[in-house]
């Protein structure tokens, strides 16, 4: 038996091609080649109708315009129905003020959740994990974030996340801690002793030969 198809975590790998999937959602059938050509955001959290998921719900609806903004569209997963899902954004459209507006998979069998290795048996043998993957237009898996079931994520994170992944792509170059758009980028470590010392050569925002800056032009 693979780690796939038992319960325990086997999180997919970066940069290699994301699991692909095809489910139910709140929205109807979605597969992940329906995502082709744009970046998308695909998170699980542990239970509908719980208060820290209800949360970050709320959050990525209400920041969804801004990751649409960048190419980048949202969907969520959890083990619950989809008639659990559907009960659970309407009450947060009433409670909250807020439409969820992209789809939420149900995944009852699990099948999506061991693909993606949500499944983490220490925590629950019955509910994902807070696991967050960012996969790009090529459907290649980029980032992979995982939290406990008792911490809520960082919506604002997980868009500067995308950003931070896109201009890497963009200008093959690097982020720095807690890098903003707009911000100053970081070139990719040199690979030679001629490159370092071509580094060196170029003054400007090279502190050393291994930190040199890049200021990334917007026009
Ligand atoms: C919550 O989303 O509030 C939650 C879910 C499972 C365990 C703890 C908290």
Redesign the pocket.
Same mark, same amino acid.
């Given at each position: 038996m693979t780690d796939h198809e038992t319960n325990a975590a086997a999180l997919p790998r970066l940069n290699e091609p994301a699991p692909d999937f095809t489910a139910e959602t709140t929205v109807g059938r979605r597969s992940l080649e329906d995502f082709a050509g744009r970046w998308l955001v695909l998170f699980s959290?542990?239970?509908d109708f @719980?208060?820290?998921?209800?949360?970050?719900l709320v959050s990525f609806a209400r920041m969804h315009s801004r990751f649409q903004d960048i190419g980048c569209d949202l969907v969520g997963l959890s083990v619950d129905s989809r008639f659990a899902h559907i009960a659970w954004i309407r009450n947060i459209e009433e409670k909250f003020s807020v439409t969820v507006p992209f789809p939420i998979i149900e995944d009852v069998s699990m099948r999506v959740a061991r693909a993606y290795g949500m499944v983490h048996s220490e925590a629950?043998d019955t509910?994902t994990v807070r696991a967050t993957f960012v996969i790009d237009p090529e459907g290649i898996l980029r980032a992979m974030l995982v939290y406990p079931? @008792?911490t809520?994520r960082n919506v604002d994170e997980v868009l500067r996340l995308v950003q931070a992944l896109q201009v890497s792509v963009s200008y093959r170059a690097a982020t720095p801690e807690g890098w903003r758009p707009g911000r100053n980028v970081v070139a990719t470590p040199p690979e030679t002793v001629l490159e370092a010392a071509e580094r060196v050569a170029e003054g400007g925002e090279c502190r050393d030969w291994y930190y040199s800056e890049r200021h990334l032009s917007t026009d």
């Open positions: 959290h542990p239970a @719980t208060p820290v998921c209800t949360s970050e629950s509910a079931m @008792t809520g």
